[in-house]
Nanobody, 124 residues
Framework: QVQLVESGGGLVQAGDSLRLSCAAS????????MAWFRQAPGKERDFVAG????????YYADSVKGRFTISRDNAKNTVYLQMNSLKPEDTAVYYC?????????????????WGQGTQVTVSS
């Protein structure tokens, strides 16, 4: 079975950086889309960034373009989210998600596998 385990969250100040990791297991992910979503209290779960494992193609939400970078390490079966220039509005629980697909999608319902989430808190 597919298992996604996030790590790397924490409490930082505005302008700081964090790197989230998502260790994936239970499947060969070469034909998967991997993505990061985030959910702040009282809000919907929003797409942050996605990557097509096969060729590394990436896609970002407008709110994080130029600040966040998604990448994957084939040898470690791990997806990363490098977050720079963090802002208080980036505060949320960040989730790793996976779906067997070719086309990148930003819709949470299209992802069948989810991690448990990791809290990111950015203070002003």
């Amino acid at each position: 079975q597919v298992q996604l385990v996030e790590s790397g969250g924490g409490l930082v100040q505005a302008g700081d950086s964090l790197r989230l990791s998502c260790a994936a297991s239970g499947r060969t992910f070469s034909s998967y889309i991997m993505a990061w979503f985030r959910q702040a209290p009282g809000k919907e779960r929003d797409f942050v960034a996605g990557i097509r494992w096969s060729d590394g193609r990436t896609y970002y939400a407008d709110s994080v373009k130029g600040r966040f970078t998604i990448s994957r390490d084939n040898a470690k079966n791990t997806v990363y989210l490098q977050m720079n220039s963090l802002k208080p509005e980036d505060t949320a629980v960040y989730y790793c998600a996976a779906t067997p697909a070719v086309t990148l999608t930003t819709t949470p319902k299209r992802y069948g596998y989810w991690g448990q989430g990791t809290q990111v808190t950015v203070s002003s």
